[in-house]
């Protein structure tokens, strides 16, 4: 994504471009379009219902992260083989049995990743979303690739942010 001349963003897709249909020969036709249309409805319901689930933890709720605080839910530690890092993970944030994890740099004293293990209605639906943030340099933190895994529907959704520069 960058941004265009009148500063709006501007996305450019990383997936190749669609093909064209094949000629069907006459077989599938009408039925087949039904059943590709009520797939991919379904597929935009479940990837809606990731949307609203991922919107509750991102940003973090000051109250949620008192809350697990105060049922001692939040474990800090220092992040394998990187001192200058620190990883606190929040279990039971929304749900029983989910987890926040955010790793931050204590000197940059940003945030370098965030990660969501959830789940829908039920945890056999799992959900889990991992974001790494990059800086720019002498200027703030920005989301670099988000990568969001729908277990159950095995769909995966991986975005890539490149780019970014500093305005002055």
């Known amino acids: 994504m960058r941004l265009g001349p009148d500063g709006k963003p501007q996305k450019t897709s990383l997936d190749p471009p669609a093909q064209p249909a094949a ?8 039925l087949k379009e039904h059943v590709v249309a009520k797939k991919k409805e379904e597929y935009e319901d479940y990837a809606n219902q ?4 991922i919107q509750q933890y991102v940003p973090p709720d000051k109250d949620a992260i008192d809350q ?6 939040i474990a800090l530690s220092s992040e394998a083989g990187t001192p200058e890092q620190y ?12 987890a926040l994890t955010l790793v931050v740099d204590k000197a940059q004293k940003g945030l370098v990743s965030l990660s969501i293990a959830s789940y829908l209605n039920d945890p056999k639906d799992a959900v889990n979303v991992t974001v790494q943030f990059s800086a720019i ?3 703030p933190n920005h989301v670099w690739t988000e990568t969001i895994d729908g277990v159950s529907k095995q769909l995966t959704i991986a975005i890539q942010n490149s780019n970014y520069q500093k305005t002055t």
Do not use: C, E, H, T
Not at 68 to 73: D, F, L, P
């Open 68 to 73: 697990a605080r105060q049922k001692g839910n």
């Open 50 to 53: 990731i949307k609203a689930l």
């Open 87 to 98: 990883k606190l993970v929040i279990s039971n944030y929304l749900k029983q049995g989910d």
């Open 137 to 139: 340099p002498d200027g």
């Open 23 to 30: 000629q069907s020969g006459g077989r599938g036709g009408r």
